[in-house]
């Protein structure tokens, strides 16, 4: 009674560094000890692994959150996009939630831009991310408009008591009208000085995510990993920083990203200077002329 079996064989006239494939199908187990001395098992050649989202499933809320995230991939809690996603991680992978970290290349092994088979609008930028509403196709079969927003009624000032989101995710929102039903992109980069004396790279962090899911979706620090993740100063600058002649990223001051307390709590709109009584009577007249203007209707 034979076993099937594939196994390989190496040719003896040839050096032990040559191998022969050679597939024998059905080799019963009565073959001689001679034979069956040059016989291995025929391993199956490895496949690509398939690429998934850097993490599955996060909220990204100012500069402080992105550079979270490319910490954890520097320090390999998290795993980059390598090569251009094919079709099926496309589907698999880009939906609301997904974000990914990936390095800017020009080598044919890396990549040089994103794409993720889907057609986009205009960005916006909402400090410090761009974003894009997907266009949808129309009933008519044509395409529908990025974005169904109803606007909010005009207001001539809004004021100190105006509240300001502390995620750029929000505030696109509040400001697009919020009505979009497909995915929106969020893009951000950075160059990464990897050491002193590394040439600098750039690196990008793309993300999706629904107006209707955002409400949702986990923030960095309900990540039991992220939310200890420490970075290290100078390492990440602001990829809207432009490169010296030298080819490093040239060096700016603390303005060039959000202070730390709107990355952390967002913006406290309500602080007043206590070394100035003059300041807290000028804040009351004008709060006064503020409600007195968006009282009037403005045709």
Request: net charge positive.
């Amino acid at each position: 009674m034979g076993i099937s079996r594939i196994y390989m064989t190496r040719a003896l006239c040839f050096p032990l560094s040559s191998l022969l494939w050679l597939r024998l199908d059905r080799l019963p187990v009565s073959t001689s000890r001679f034979k069956r001395a040059f016989l291995v098992p025929l391993s199956i050649p490895h496949l690509p692994s398939m690429q998934q989202a850097t993490h599955p499933r996060l909220h990204l809320r100012d500069t402080r959150d992105a550079h979270i995230i490319f910490e954890a991939v520097r320090q390999g809690f998290l795993k980059p996009v390598t090569r251009r996603l094919n079709e099926a991680e496309r589907s698999m992978s880009v939906r609301s939630g997904a974000v990914f970290v990936w390095e800017e290349r020009d080598d044919e092994s890396g990549l040089k831009r994103w794409t993720d088979g889907r057609l986009w609008g205009q960005s916006r930028m909402r400090e410090p991310y761009l974003f894009y509403d997907e266009k949808l196709p129309s009933a008519h079969g044509g395409e529908a408009s990025t974005s169904t927003r109803s606007l909010p009624a005009f207001r001539f000032v809004d004021g100190v008591s105006r509240t300001i989101p502390s995620s750029s995710a929000l505030l696109h929102q509040d400001r697009s009208g919020g009505n979009h039903p497909g995915l929106i992109k969020q893009a951000y980069s950075a160059w990464v000085q990897l050491s002193p004396t590394s040439t600098p790279r750039k690196w990008h962090l793309t993300a999706y995510f629904t107006y209707a899911d955002l409400p949702t979706i986990p923030t960095v620090d309900m990540d039991a990993v992220l939310r200890n993740i420490i970075v290290p100063p100078g390492i990440y600058q602001s990829g809207k920083a432009r490169k010296g002649d030298d080819g490093t990223a040239e060096t700016f001051g603390h303005s060039a990203l959000p202070p730390l307390h709107s990355a952390v709590g967002g913006y406290n709109m309500g602080v007043i200077s206590s070394s100035s009584q003059r300041g807290h009577h000028r804040m009351s007249e004008d709060q006064r002329v503020i409600q007195i203007l968006n009282s009037r209707h403005i045709s």
